[in-house]
């Protein structure tokens, strides 16, 4: 029995000669009638005995056999089988006819008599994709038609680890991966500026568990227990830059707060960003291959405008599976931007046949690319819609691969397609957060291709996919100059007092000004906060009234930083200053769940 998913337009059957001789082969259309329907294609079913072969067509996006039968013409299925594999009979003689307009047309019946031989037959997407190709049919797409979500589990932690109360569990357990156990570490200058791209190490009682690099933002996610229990012991935070290595003895999880560490080193900010294109090229992929392709052309421009003065190199890495016609095809990092956007254009999509794929082949590759030693950031875009195989010996190597990425500083930066189930999704969200990564995946919204499962989480916002992969890119990538200031004037929505207030009146949270009559106070069980002043030099005074048990501090990115706990306190000082300068948020959530937010400014007194 083969399922084919909606949307999918490639089916490989592999017939290899065997001492078992089958009666017959029954190839069947899905019973459920499809949610959306595109313009007419081939059905194939065999009816129940008895049953009358009489129903409304069910339709197909694209002919699925690749041209094998022809549209608008009447074919005999022995006859084509014939013309590509020699010696085939069919009892009884199958007919399949083209689609007609009529409302009512007769489902056709395939049942063939399969002796003992050796038949390996290839069914490749409609109009051709085979390598070389590049389906030149698909190169006039407009960019901006996928849609797509994002998901930044960093800010949903205690969503994320209720993950074992969910539907995901069962893929904790059989991928063996638990990102639970987090310890965020933010390295700045003894002036506040970000150390970017120092190596961080975790230690347990002396014995290295975990190695990442500070991101652009100075911070770094290292991780107890995420492949295997440790053993008890003291936690210590090595931090190693220009050569010189500095330790934080006191460690805290991130449910007690964020680390810090500030170090006797001047500012000093890379301009190198590498970026890796990671794609599945199996058939499956076949209905959205081409629009990825004319997504990237557009991400890649638009990002290369956003990173001028940034040192830009692109790479590609392009896999299938495990006996296909190529297993991996890649183009190495290279400042001439065309040389990747013309590779990427020349793929095509085809292959594969069972679900996983060779995702381990391609992350071996692209791991072993020249990354840059001293990068402001290192992304690597894994575009798949299948998990990996899940063999022992894979899932070892896949562990070893998260491990490696995160060493390096690398940040996976999965895009789930058609196709992609919840094996892959804890899998893809798991090296996400590994690597300081986040989880992009496309949606339905688009029309385009099969059909999209929704993640597990509470809220989903839809864009385009273009705009999320250009702001990831922009988000992972900025750093702050040296001798940079932020100039407050262009910020018109600070203010020096910022109250932030629950009113269910308003539907999107924004800091409200006193003086405004227009916005009026509802009087609720509930709870207000104010803070100031804004900008801020590091130390920010919060007051509160009402119900309010905890803030949540947020970075430009949505990235959650640290809880702070309010303990029935009316008015405190809330301390930033182990923070580099720029823009965070302070949210709290309601009743209904809605998140209140407040922008503040902080600007180091470096100034």
């Given at each position: 029995?083969?399922?084919?998913?909606?949307?999918?337009?490639?089916?490989?059957?592999?017939?290899?000669?065997?001492?078992?001789?089958?009666?017959?082969?029954?190839?069947?259309?899905?019973?459920?009638?499809?949610?959306?329907?595109?313009?007419?294609?081939?059905?194939?079913?065999?009816?129940?005995?008895?049953?009358?072969?009489?129903?409304?067509?069910?339709?197909?996006?694209?002919?699925?056999?690749?041209?094998?039968?022809?549209?608008?013409?009447?074919?005999?299925?022995?006859?084509?089988?014939?013309?590509?594999?020699?010696?085939?009979?069919?009892?009884?003689?199958?007919?399949?006819?083209?689609?007609?307009?009529?409302?009512?047309?007769?489902?056709?019946?395939?049942?063939?008599?399969?002796?003992?031989?050796?038949?390996?037959?290839?069914?490749?997407?409609?109009?051709?994709?085979?390598?070389?190709?590049?389906?030149?049919?698909?190169?006039?797409?407009?960019?901006?038609?996928?849609?797509?979500?994002?998901?930044?589990?960093?800010?949903?932690?205690?969503?994320?680890?209720?993950?074992?109360?969910?539907?995901?569990?069962?893929?904790?357990?059989?991928?063996?991966?638990?990102?639970?156990?987090?310890?965020?570490?933010?390295?700045?200058?003894?002036?506040?500026?970000?150390?970017?791209?120092?190596?961080?190490?975790?230690?347990?009682?002396?014995?290295?568990?975990?190695?990442?690099?500070?991101?652009?933002?100075?911070?770094?996610?290292?991780?107890?227990?995420?492949?295997?229990?440790?053993?008890?012991?003291?936690?210590?935070?090595?931090?190693?830059?220009?050569?010189?290595?500095?330790?934080?003895?006191?460690?805290?999880?991130?449910?007690?707060?964020?680390?810090?560490?500030?170090?006797?080193?001047?500012?000093?900010?890379?301009?190198?960003?590498?970026?890796?294109?990671?794609?599945?090229?199996?058939?499956?992929?076949?209905?959205?291959?081409?629009?990825?392709?004319?997504?990237?052309?557009?991400?890649?421009?638009?990002?290369?405008?956003?990173?001028?003065?940034?040192?830009?190199?692109?790479?590609?890495?392009?896999?299938?599976?495990?006996?296909?016609?190529?297993?991996?095809?890649?183009?190495?990092?290279?400042?001439?931007?065309?040389?990747?956007?013309?590779?990427?254009?020349?793929?095509?999509?085809?292959?594969?046949?069972?679900?996983?794929?060779?995702?381990?082949?391609?992350?071996?590759?692209?791991?072993?690319?020249?990354?840059?030693?001293?990068?402001?950031?290192?992304?690597?875009?894994?575009?798949?819609?299948a998990p990996p195989h899940r063999s022992e010996e894979i899932k070892t190597r896949i562990h070893a691969q998260i491990k490696e990425a995160a060493k390096k500083g690398i940040r996976i930066v999965p895009v789930a397609c058609s196709g992609t189930d919840r094996s892959n999704e804890y899998l893809m969200r798991s090296m996400a957060l590994a690597t300081n990564g986040t989880y992009i995946y496309l949606t339905d919204d688009s029309g385009i291709g099969g059909s999209h499962i929704k993640p597990v989480t509470d809220e989903i916002k839809v864009e385009m996919l273009n705009d999320v992969l250009v702001r990831t890119?922009?988000?992972?990538?900025?750093?702050?100059?040296?001798?940079?200031?932020?100039?407050?004037?262009?910020?018109?929505?600070?203010?020096?007092?910022?109250?932030?207030?629950?009113?269910?009146?308003?539907?999107?949270?924004?800091?409200?000004?006193?003086?405004?009559?227009?916005?009026?106070?509802?009087?609720?069980?509930?709870?207000?906060?104010?803070?100031?002043?804004?900008?801020?030099?590091?130390?920010?005074?919060?007051?509160?009234?009402?119900?309010?048990?905890?803030?949540?501090?947020?970075?430009?990115?949505?990235?959650?930083?640290?809880?702070?706990?309010?303990?029935?306190?009316?008015?405190?000082?809330?301390?930033?200053?182990?923070?580099?300068?720029?823009?965070?948020?302070?949210?709290?959530?309601?009743?209904?769940?809605?998140?209140?937010?407040?922008?503040?400014?902080?600007?180091?007194?470096?100034?």
């Amino acid at each position: 029995e083969l399922s084919i998913k909606e949307g999918e337009d490639n089916l490989k059957i592999y017939l290899k000669e065997s001492e078992v001789s089958l009666e017959s082969v029954t190839v069947t259309s899905s019973r459920e009638r499809l949610e959306k329907e595109a313009s007419t294609g081939y059905t194939f079913s065999a009816p129940a005995a008895g049953v009358d072969a009489k129903s409304k067509p069910k339709k197909r996006g694209k002919d699925g056999f690749g041209g094998l039968f022809k549209r608008g013409k009447s074919s005999s299925v022995a006859d084509a089988l014939e013309s590509k594999a020699p010696g085939i009979s069919t009892t009884p003689p199958p007919v399949l006819s083209a689609p007609a307009p009529e409302p009512e047309m007769a489902e056709d019946v395939l049942l063939m008599d399969i002796g003992a031989v050796d038949l390996a037959i290839e069914v490749e997407e409609y109009g051709g994709d085979e390598e070389g190709s590049g389906n030149p049919g698909g190169a006039n797409i407009a960019a901006g038609q996928l849609t797509a979500g994002v998901l930044n589990d960093f800010a949903k932690w205690d969503l994320w680890q209720d993950i074992q109360d969910n539907e995901l569990k069962r893929w904790q357990e059989a991928w063996e991966v638990t990102p639970w156990d987090r310890y965020p570490l933010q390295v700045t200058t003894l002036n506040g500026y970000a150390i970017v791209d120092a190596k961080v190490r975790l230690l347990n009682a002396g014995n290295i568990i975990w190695e990442a690099k500070t991101d652009n933002l100075g911070r770094a996610e290292a991780w107890l227990n995420f492949l295997e229990q440790e053993n008890g012991g003291a936690l210590t935070f090595e931090v190693e830059y220009e050569g010189e290595k500095y330790e934080l003895n006191e460690v805290f999880d991130f449910h007690e707060g964020m680390n810090h560490l500030k170090i006797p080193v001047q500012c000093g900010m890379p301009d190198a960003v590498d970026i890796a294109f990671v794609v599945d090229a199996t058939g499956s992929m076949g209905d959205e291959i081409n629009y990825l392709k004319a997504e990237l052309y557009d991400v890649i421009q638009r990002s290369k405008e956003g990173l001028e003065g940034k040192n830009l190199r692109l790479g590609s890495v392009f896999y299938r599976d495990h006996g296909d016609k190529y297993l991996t095809k890649q183009t190495p990092f290279d400042s001439k931007i065309q040389k990747t956007v013309d590779f990427i254009k020349e793929q095509g999509a085809a292959g594969g046949g069972d679900n996983p794929e060779a995702v381990e082949e391609a992350l071996d590759i692209a791991l072993k690319m020249d990354w840059n030693k001293n990068a402001a950031a290192r992304i690597l875009f894994l575009v798949l819609d299948a998990p990996p195989h899940r063999s022992e010996e894979i899932k070892t190597r896949i562990h070893a691969q998260i491990k490696e990425a995160a060493k390096k500083g690398i940040r996976i930066v999965p895009v789930a397609c058609s196709g992609t189930d919840r094996s892959n999704e804890y899998l893809m969200r798991s090296m996400a957060l590994a690597t300081n990564g986040t989880y992009i995946y496309l949606t339905d919204d688009s029309g385009i291709g099969g059909s999209h499962i929704k993640p597990v989480t509470d809220e989903i916002k839809v864009e385009m996919l273009n705009d999320v992969l250009v702001r990831t890119i922009l988000e992972f990538s900025s750093t702050q100059d040296c001798d940079a200031q932020i100039d407050v004037a262009k910020l018109d929505d600070v203010q020096d007092t910022t109250y932030v207030i629950n009113d269910p009146g308003i539907l999107d949270s924004i800091p409200v000004n006193p003086v405004d009559s227009s916005l009026v106070r509802i009087t609720e069980p509930g709870f207000d906060w104010k803070y100031y002043p804004n900008p801020t030099a590091g130390l920010l005074w919060i007051e509160v009234k009402g119900d309010l048990k905890d803030l949540f501090l947020f970075d430009a990115s949505g990235k959650l930083l640290q809880r702070i706990l309010i303990n029935d306190r009316d008015k405190f000082q809330f301390d930033l200053r182990n923070y580099p300068s720029g823009t965070y948020y302070l949210s709290a959530l309601t009743g209904e769940d809605r998140r209140l937010t407040g922008k503040v400014i902080l600007i180091s007194d470096r100034f």
